[in-house]
């Protein structure tokens, strides 16, 4: 659990309050237990410029989920507002509906598992951290997390900005559908009580597409900068050998066809194997595959300038499971790796 906190902090970490559903927005704070919406200057009767349903909460309620304002504290924060309703029959649970279970030690009652997405640059933001604290810079609502049917709970986050030409934002939540071109505008009156917190250097993630081949054969990952093509050892190789099959020849064709199409100087190929044997085969046998697919490259790629950065891993770094064969034939791969 996060240490005592300072006092500006505590100020900031307010218990949220709890509406009667009348999709109250940022409040500046002011309501009697001092929680809500953090410097939007919206009046309770505002609108929410956007909205979803929840669909996977842990205890099946049913919530929604407004966005009264995402606006622009200053040049390096942008702040969060938002109103969650109980639509559904029964008392609601909120208390970890919106949280990242993995990213802090247990922190509870706070939504530092919403994120802002910038599809422009392939960014994922996650919200600003406390200096030193295990606990977002955000709403606390301890104590009031369980909302009865029609009544509302106010909260807000802070993230780091996105570059000052993006106007809107895809924001995501644990618990419902994406909410997709989220307008992000500036506050007319930055509240200093959050710009000035002293927190932790920003969590700014590539964001990552993946997607196996239908064939089993090869699969990709791709990030704003990045493609990783993962070759399957078993199309490339026979058993425990390392020279390259004919079937092999096509699937590296189409991977130098990518390589001369890049900006890529550098191609790094990476050998692995699965847990089957020990690790002093397979660590030689993952470099002897690796150094393979190289040489073979190197007669592919017809761009010059272009270097290889070769290295053999053994079973260490798997992606799928070893306790069944179908995780083991994933494992079992030379990863190339290169810039767009």
């Known amino acids: 659990m996060a240490s005592a906190v300072s006092l500006l902090a505590a100020s900031l970490l307010?218990?949220?309050?709890?509406?009667?559903?009348?999709?109250?927005?940022?409040?500046?704070?002011?309501d009697d237990q001092g929680g809500g919406g953090k410097g939007s200057g919206e009046s309770e009767a505002s609108a929410p410029i956007a909205s979803s349903l929840t669909s996977a909460t842990p205890s099946?309620?049913?919530?929604?989920?407004?966005?009264?304002?995402?606006?622009?504290?200053?040049?390096?924060?942008?702040?969060?507002n938002v109103t969650v309703t109980n639509v559904g029959e029964m008392t609601a649970t909120v208390s970890n509906a919106f949280r990242d279970a993995n990213r802090f030690g247990g922190v509870d009652y706070t939504a530092d598992g919403v994120s802002l997405i910038d599809p422009m640059n392939s960014k994922r933001y996650m919200p600003l951290n406390n200096k030193g604290e295990d606990h977002c810079l955000c709403s606390d609502w301890e104590g009031t997390s369980n909302i009865e049917q029609d009544e509302s709970i106010d909260f807000w986050v802070a993230y780091p900005a996105p570059p000052k030409d993006i106007d809107s934002v895809v924001?995501?939540?644990?618990?419902?559908?994406?909410?997709?071109?989220?307008?992000?505008?500036?506050?007319?009156?930055?509240?200093e009580g959050i710009t000035k917190t002293p927190v932790d250097e920003p969590d700014i993630r590539e964001l990552t597409s993946f997607a196996d081949a239908l064939d089993e054969e090869t699969s990709r990952e791709e990030s704003g900068s990045e493609t990783k093509i993962m070759l399957s050892s078993d199309v490339l190789f026979k058993l425990n050998e390392s020279k390259l099959t004919s079937k092999a020849n096509d699937a590296l064709k189409d991977v130098a066809e990518e390589i001369d199409a890049s900006s890529a100087t550098t191609i790094s190929i990476d050998g692995y194997t699965d847990n089957s044997g020990d690790d002093s085969i397979n660590e030689p046998l993952s470099e002897d595959r690796a150094k393979s697919v190289e040489e073979k490259l190197k007669d592919l790629v017809t761009r010059e300038g272009v270097t290889f950065d070769v290295a053999g891993h053994g079973s260490s770094d798997p992606v799928a499971t070893n306790d069944s064969e179908e995780g083991r034939k994933k494992n079992r791969r030379v990863t190339v790796s290169f810039e767009k």
């Not at 929604?64 to 969060?80: N, P, Q």
């Not at 419902?176 to 505008?185: A, G």
């Open 171 to 191: 924001i995501t939540t644990p618990v419902t559908p994406d909410i997709i071109d989220v307008p992000l505008t500036n506050a007319e009156s930055p509240d």
């Open 14 to 30: 307010l218990t949220s309050c709890v509406s009667d559903g009348g999709g109250s927005g940022g409040d500046g704070g002011k």
């Open 60 to 80: 099946k309620d049913e919530l929604k989920f407004d966005i009264m304002s995402l606006e622009r504290h200053g040049e390096d924060m942008v702040v969060l």
